[in-house]
């Protein structure tokens, strides 16, 4: 991943041997019992300047790439999951929109105290009847003279419980009529701001999960983020973002996950041999292997393409779903290797499958944003692109192979689109199916774009592409040749798993 | 059906404050779907999809990719709309 300033080259490597130092004095499974961070968990984060990340450096941060603050993400999350949420959000979602679109005011008076730890942030969008359908959000914000009156309540807000500073999507009536959002920033010591109480989770139980709730809060005008009734586009913009920074989250867990499985597997004896030893075992490290290598690959382009400066709403959303996806597979199958070890918590299998499961559903469930992809792809998007590019494996036989499967899809893409005209638009099974072809065919050429230099990277990053050429070109002809939607819907979800 | 153009035109504006969840009189022609009605590029074709069913009128996705307001929408679904109903008498009067 290549770093927007040339100067944080030197950054990031201590970046990454201070965080590796860190995680070996975490105990993950004490913050999941505990189901919180050690007291003195944020000021020693803090000390390693792990919330400045993204925060550019003249504002007290360091001022890493979306693709570099990734690689420090992913390493966190390969000790503690809860911890790596709690920083990748406050870097993403929670303080993204003022970096972005912060007036200087604002970005004077924050950035620094953000970068420093002092004050953690949050972003607050979903609400009890508004998950993935945004356009459902009911916080509004009154304009009252130079004023903005907020009123209602967010819900699952990620660091909630001890954050500093909200960005909050609300309507806003006055500021473009009454389909019209904006993005506020709102102090949490604002009176009217009430935070709720911990929820109890599945995982990541160590993060904070709260609600927020804005009674007649009020802040300056000057605190909305961007272009006033804009909102709704600065939230997926800054939503581009966390979706990237949680898929760098999945490939911490995942290679966690392969780790202690390969290890478990040349240890473990049955039937007089090693685990490792056996093909069926090998297939499932083969395959965790593969997929952990095309997760680092599509993490790895959408970072470069961010810092080109290029669209990544539809690289982002495939790299969150299939990363997300993927751990999930993944973790399942390190727990089914560990047998029953797998089962209990002392191995640490359980808990990072449950760690990750939530990933499938946050920042945009994958059932809605596999629609998304498949309408991109439907409408001819301009960043539905599957091809990457890269210094990779210049063996043209993965890649002959990769451009036929490629071409099938194209093809499948046009049909429907001739066929079904603009109703496609309203099939979601379709779009779906369309999606979860396009995932694997671009986590196939993002494995061999990366495959290199050296042979055995060749190998893997070649074997992984031919993984998942090979699975499309199933789904692909089970697409077509499937008697109903039910054995297509088969076909597809076998994609990623 | 619906064969007068004003009566497709309230019927186009209605959907449309059905799915902006609007009052009615407050759909103007001159709204941008995404900008001023909250939709974004998949909402504004969904919408496109649902009038062209009501309509019983075939649309190309590419042709509404253009769709900007609700006036354009309007114009554009009257547009095809006219094409497509004339069509079967233009080419039973080619036989």
């Not at chain 1, 904006?182 to 999960?209: F, M, Q, Y």
């Amino acid at each position: 991943m290549q770093s927007a300033d040339p100067a944080t080259h030197d950054v990031l490597p201590i970046v990454l041997e201070q965080t590796r130092r860190l995680g070996r004095t975490l105990d993950a499974a004490a913050i999941d019992r505990q189901a919180r961070l050690p007291g003195d968990l944020l000021p020693r984060l803090a000390e390693l300047g792990l919330f400045g990340l993204t925060i550019p450096a003249p504002e007290g941060g360091l001022g890493l790439s979306l693709g570099e603050a990734c690689q420090v993400v992913a390493e966190l999350a390969e000790v503690d999951r809860s911890v790596a949420t709690t920083v990748g959000l406050h870097c993403g979602l929670g303080t993204r929109g003022l970096v972005e679109l912060g007036d200087e005011a604002l970005r004077r008076r924050w950035l620094a105290r953000l970068a420093s730890g002092e004050v953690v942030a949050a972003f607050g969008a979903t609400e009890p009847g508004a998950g993935s359908d945004l356009t459902a959000v009911a916080t509004t914000a009154h304009v009252e003279g130079d004023a903005l009156r907020l009123e209602g309540e967010k819900a699952y807000v990620t660091n909630g419980g001890f954050a500093g500073m909200f960005t909050v999507l609300a309507r806003t009536p006055e500021l473009g009529g009454n389909r019209a959002w904006s993005l506020v920033a709102v102090p949490r010591d604002r009176p009217g701001v009430h935070v709720g109480a911990e929820e109890h989770k599945l995982g990541i139980r160590g993060s904070s999960t709260t609600t927020v709730r804005f009674d007649g809060v009020r802040v300056p005008r000057s605190h909305v983020l961007g272009e006033p009734g804009a909102g709704m586009v600065h939230a997926h913009r800054l939503l581009e973002w966390g979706r990237t920074l949680m898929a760098a989250g999945c490939l911490g867990t995942a290679r966690a996950a392969l780790r202690a499985t390969l290890a478990h597997a040349r240890m473990r004896r049955q039937f007089g041999r090693p685990l490792a030893d056996f093909q069926v075992v090998e297939g499932h490290l083969a395959r965790m292997a593969s997929t952990a290598w095309a997760m680092e690959a599509l993490v790895a382009h959408v970072g470069r393409l961010e810092g080109e400066g290029r669209p990544i709403a539809v690289p982002s959303a495939a790299a969150k779903v299939f990363c997300s996806e993927g751990a999930f597979d993944l973790c399942d199958r390190a727990v089914q290797l560990h047998g029953a070890l797998g089962f209990v918590e002392d191995t640490g299998m359980a808990l990072l499958l449950r760690d990750c499961r939530v990933t499938r559903i946050f920042e945009g469930a994958n059932d809605v944003l596999c629609v998304r992809i498949g309408t991109a792809l439907a409408t001819g998007a301009p960043d539905t692109e599957r091809l990457v590019h890269g210094p990779g494996s210049v063996d043209p036989e993965p890649h002959r192979e990769w451009m036929t499967a490629n071409a099938r899809l194209d093809a499948l893409v046009d049909e429907a689109r001739r066929r079904r005209g603009i109703a496609l638009v309203r099939d979601q099974r379709w779009l779906a199916w369309l999606g979860q072809a396009h995932l694997a065919l671009h986590a196939a050429s993002a494995s061999l774009a990366t495959a290199g230099p050296g042979a055995d990277a060749i190998a893997r990053g070649t074997h992984a592409c031919k993984t998942f050429v090979r699975r499309a070109h199933e789904a692909l002809d089970r697409l077509t040749h499937a008697p109903d939607d039910t054995a297509r819907d088969a076909a597809l979800m076998e994609i990623l798993r | 059906m619906r064969s007068d153009p004003q009566q497709r035109r309230n019927r186009v504006i209605s959907l449309i404050a059905d799915i902006a969840e609007l009052e009615l009189d407050e759909v103007r022609e001159g709204h941008r779907l995404r900008e001023d009605l909250g939709m974004d590029s998949l909402g504004s074709l969904e919408l496109l999809s649902t009038l062209s069913e009501e309509l019983r009128i075939d649309l190309e996705i590419e042709d509404a990719m253009g769709i900007e307001t609700v006036g354009d929408a309007c114009e554009f679904l009257e547009r095809n709309y006219l094409a497509q109903t004339a069509q079967p008498v233009a080419q039973s009067a080619e036989r």
